[in-house]
């Protein structure tokens, strides 16, 4: 029951339904500390960590994913360190801090896309433009080669900024890999990534000198982000506060 929330959890976090999605991983984690399921535990903190850094809650990300970790490895759980740790080095990015995001973790299907477009975004903020290409590219192939959609999608988002950013790509290509992506997100109903298209829509607007266009763009990435959040109590101090199955 506690691994069908979390995944329940996952679902609603896609979709933007940041409230529902707080709730199931909330009950998936009382769930597994009752159960003294610490896979469950573990893998619940790491998933809602990633939610966080994807909406921009980057403390708090840092704070569950590091709550994750440490459950994962005092129970020796190899699996949950990876997740866990993935979880970390994305919301290490979005805290600023690169140089700790880099990592030699080769991890299947789910995580390494998403890592290796982690890196990517690292890579770039260090201006180390030719790493960030790589990792990108890499990330969407392995997403394409995977027949990944949903949870690959900071692979195409992050090419496209790497793109933007080194202007490494004729305005087509960034457009259409921004189209395809926001296609799947809304035909997944993955809300939550559709204000990272947004913005990445805004900068190649910017890029080609259509001022009006990004403007637009950045408004409608805010005003997702805001209809996302409108109404969401906020669980995470009283859940970290909470008795855990660490020892």
């Excluded at 500390?33 to 573990?42: F, K, L, N, V």
């Excluded at 970390?88 to 990015?93: C, T």
């Excluded at 090419?159 to 933007?164: G, K, N, P, R, S």
């Excluded at 913005?199 to 005003?223: H, K, N, S, T």
Aim: glycine fraction near 8%; proline fraction near 3%.
């Amino acid at each position: 029951v506690a691994h069908a929330l979390g995944h329940r959890g996952q679902c609603m976090g896609y979709m933007g339904e940041l409230e529902k999605a707080h709730h199931d991983f909330d009950r998936e984690i009382e769930l597994a500390r009752e159960h003294d399921d610490s896979e469950a535990e573990s893998n619940g903190y790491a998933n809602l960590a990633l939610l966080e850094a994807d909406v921009g809650e980057i403390e708090a990300a840092l704070g569950d994913a590091r709550v994750g970790l440490t459950i994962a490895e005092r129970a020796g759980n190899t699996i949950g360190i990876v997740v866990a740790s993935t979880a970390g080095a994305v919301a290490e990015a979005g805290a600023g801090r690169f140089d700790a995001t880099i990592r030699e973790h080769r991890i299947g299907l789910y995580y390494e896309p998403r890592l290796l477009a982690t890196i990517a975004r690292s890579k770039l903020a260090l201006d180390k433009p030719d790493d960030a290409l790589a990792a990108a590219q890499e990330a969407v192939e392995l997403t394409v080669a995977r027949r990944l959609t949903t949870c690959a999608l900071p692979a195409p988002i992050t090419l496209a900024q790497v793109l933007i950013a080194t202007e490494g790509a004729p305005g087509e290509r960034i457009d259409t890999v921004l189209a395809c992506a926001m296609r799947v997100a809304r035909e997944s109903r993955a809300r939550v990534f559709e204000p990272q298209i947004h913005r990445q829509l805004a900068a190649a607007a910017r890029l080609r000198g259509d001022d009006l266009a990004a403007e637009r763009e950045q408004a409608e990435a805010e005003w997702i982000v805001a209809a996302m959040r409108s109404g969401r109590a906020d669980r995470g101090a009283a859940r970290r506060s909470s008795p855990s199955s660490l020892p």
